[in-house]
């Protein structure tokens, strides 16, 4: 039975662990900066002040690559035509930088911010991360909600106001998957009693990066009662890609694939060739036929507790693209993170361990560039951060990092297939699950 005392420390400590963090999130916002915070944002000013519509029409036009669904680059035209008001310098900061690009300016964030002089540099960059941080804090709102109606315990919100992905994607790389965990972590708490708002909530979600429709077609067949409500729900879950893509639609069709599978993503700099090229086949074929299993067992199992199904398949689906995908980035891992929270919400001090151990063996052979470690604060000084040496160049003085990077592979995937093994035995093996159409009792 908890004290009096213990309680009171309890109240005291969780809000002084939230104002910490802010107060941290609001230092990293200004000094730190990848290219991929720029490549989202220098497009939008186009909206405002060329009045295109089109980007992706605009950027095929002059040979450029575009990376995000078309929904992204609108809603962040929305936040730059009011942060604008707040610097004198922020639009003409970004449309510089979207100059030099297409005058051919290629490279590291560092390469910008030494050809494109702002005065008031930290201060835009600041502006330019600030949709993110409102968009944690509704994250953090919406898991205050759960916690509420008694889904969550109030410690696991310690699991996202301190975790570590996500201080490192939002804040310091400057990526903008916190607004689609958002939208994730809204469509789960909707959809428990409104399924319909539930499911366009996720398509909002996969309308603004195409990552979150793997986990859509699950949820459709977990709570669709018949063929003719999956169809309407898919419907539902696709209509904000569909309205956003509408420009693109009238005025270059033929780019409409583009709008959701990037058209980076089908190519490589470089010829796979051996090994290399045959088990991308090998990676790629058997998340396919992972997530065909998945969506068989979406369609016949039967929980009374279908949150706690369509979180537990999400998180697999999830797991499994990070495992099996051929070309990942660190800052993925923050797509499992309100889907560990919420599946894990029992067994915290499990989870937190999970999380730390993923965080540093997914880090081991995913951020060994410099503009992915300490070159991420060159807003302060380009030159010296990066010229800093990497960790594993050091580490490389004293032992082959093709060891420790190694190690930290095969840490990830056991980790990861222990997880879905685990997950799967949940579902499966519970005394609540039930099947239909199939001979299992």
């Given at each position: 039975?908890?004290?009096?005392?213990?309680?009171?420390?309890?109240?005291?400590?969780?809000?002084?662990?939230?104002?910490?963090?802010?107060?941290?999130?609001?230092?990293?916002?200004?000094?730190?900066?990848?290219?991929?915070?720029?490549?989202?944002q220098?497009?939008?000013?186009?909206?405002?002040?060329?009045?295109?519509?089109?980007?992706?029409?605009?950027?095929?036009?002059?040979?450029?690559?575009?990376?995000?669904?078309?929904?992204?680059?609108?809603?962040?035209?929305?936040?730059?035509?009011?942060?604008?008001?707040?610097?004198?310098?922020?639009?003409?900061?970004?449309?510089?930088?979207?100059?030099?690009?297409?005058?051919?300016?290629?490279?590291?964030?560092?390469?910008?911010?030494?050809?494109?002089?702002?005065?008031?540099?930290?201060?835009d960059?600041?502006?330019?991360?600030?949709?993110?941080?409102?968009?944690?804090?509704?994250?953090?709102?919406v898991?205050?909600?759960?916690?509420?109606?008694?889904?969550?315990k109030?410690?696991?919100?310690?699991l996202?106001?301190?975790?570590?992905?996500?201080?490192?994607?939002?804040?310091?790389?400057?990526?903008?998957?916190?607004?689609?965990?958002?939208?994730i972590?809204?469509?789960?708490?909707?959809?428990?009693?409104?399924?319909?708002?539930?499911?366009?909530?996720?398509?909002?979600?996969?309308?603004?990066?195409?990552?979150?429709?793997?986990i859509?077609?699950?949820?459709?067949?977990?709570?669709?009662?018949?063929v003719?409500?999956?169809?309407?729900?898919?419907?539902?879950?696709?209509?904000p890609?569909?309205?956003?893509?509408?420009?693109?639609?009238?005025?270059?069709?033929?780019?409409?694939?583009?709008?959701?599978?990037?058209?980076n993503?089908?190519?490589?700099?470089?010829?796979?060739?051996?090994?290399?090229?045959?088990?991308?086949?090998?990676?790629?074929?058997?998340?396919?036929?992972?997530y065909?299993?998945?969506?068989?067992?979406?369609?016949?199992?039967?929980?009374?507790?279908?949150?706690?199904?369509?979180?537990?398949?999400?998180?697999?689906?999830?797991?499994?693209?990070?495992?099996?995908?051929?070309?990942?980035?660190?800052?993925?891992?923050?797509?499992?993170?309100?889907?560990?929270?919420?599946?894990?919400r029992?067994?915290?001090?499990?989870?937190?361990?999970?999380?730390?151990?993923?965080?540093?063996?997914?880090?081991?052979?995913?951020?060994?560039?410099?503009?992915?470690?300490?070159?991420?604060?060159?807003?302060?000084?380009?030159?010296?951060?990066?010229?800093?040496?990497?960790?594993?160049?050091?580490?490389?003085?004293?032992?082959?990092?093709r060891?420790?990077?190694?190690?930290?592979?095969?840490?990830?995937?056991?980790?990861?297939?222990?997880?879905?093994?685990?997950?799967?035995?949940?579902?499966?093996?519970?005394?609540?699950?039930?099947?239909?159409?199939?001979?299992?009792?």
């Amino acid at each position: 039975m908890k004290t009096n005392k213990g309680r009171n420390v309890k109240k005291f400590t969780f809000p002084a662990v939230i104002i910490a963090s802010f107060f941290i999130k609001l230092i990293l916002m200004p000094f730190s900066a990848h290219s991929d915070l720029f490549a989202t944002q220098i497009f939008p000013p186009l909206l405002l002040e060329e009045k295109v519509i089109d980007i992706f029409g605009y950027l095929d036009n002059l040979g450029k690559s575009y990376f995000y669904p078309p929904l992204s680059y609108y809603l962040f035209a929305f936040f730059e035509y009011f942060l604008q008001n707040f610097s004198s310098t922020y639009l003409e900061w970004l449309n510089q930088m979207r100059l030099s690009y297409l005058n051919g300016l290629q490279g590291q964030a560092d390469v910008f911010l030494k050809a494109v002089q702002n005065p008031s540099l930290f201060f835009d960059i600041f502006l330019a991360k600030t949709p993110l941080l409102i968009f944690d804090v509704a994250s953090l709102i919406v898991l205050f909600k759960f916690v509420k109606e008694r889904v969550l315990k109030s410690e696991a919100l310690y699991l996202w106001i301190l975790n570590p992905v996500i201080f490192y994607t939002t804040y310091i790389f400057g990526q903008f998957d916190i607004i689609v965990l958002f939208f994730i972590l809204l469509g789960f708490y909707l959809i428990r009693k409104h399924i319909k708002l539930g499911i366009l909530a996720f398509g909002f979600a996969g309308a603004l990066k195409s990552y979150p429709f793997i986990i859509v077609l699950p949820l459709i067949l977990i709570y669709g009662k018949d063929v003719k409500e999956k169809l309407k729900l898919l419907i539902i879950a696709f209509a904000p890609f569909v309205i956003s893509i509408i420009p693109t639609l009238i005025n270059s069709p033929q780019l409409v694939l583009f709008t959701f599978f990037p058209k980076n993503i089908f190519h490589y700099k470089q010829p796979l060739e051996g090994w290399e090229k045959y088990s991308q086949f090998i990676k790629y074929g058997s998340q396919a036929f992972s997530y065909l299993l998945l969506l068989l067992i979406s369609t016949f199992i039967k929980l009374k507790d279908k949150l706690r199904t369509s979180i537990g398949i999400s998180l697999i689906v999830v797991l499994l693209a990070l495992t099996l995908a051929g070309r990942t980035h660190f800052h993925y891992l923050i797509w499992e993170m309100p889907l560990m929270i919420l599946w894990f919400r029992n067994n915290l001090k499990f989870l937190t361990v999970i999380i730390l151990i993923q965080t540093i063996s997914f880090a081991s052979y995913k951020i060994l560039a410099s503009q992915l470690q300490l070159g991420l604060f060159a807003p302060i000084n380009p030159d010296y951060f990066m010229s800093l040496p990497t960790f594993n160049g050091l580490i490389s003085q004293v032992i082959s990092y093709r060891i420790v990077s190694t190690f930290g592979f095969v840490v990830f995937t056991s980790v990861n297939i222990l997880l879905i093994t685990k997950i799967l035995f949940g579902l499966l093996f519970t005394s609540e699950t039930k099947y239909t159409h199939l001979n299992v009792k």
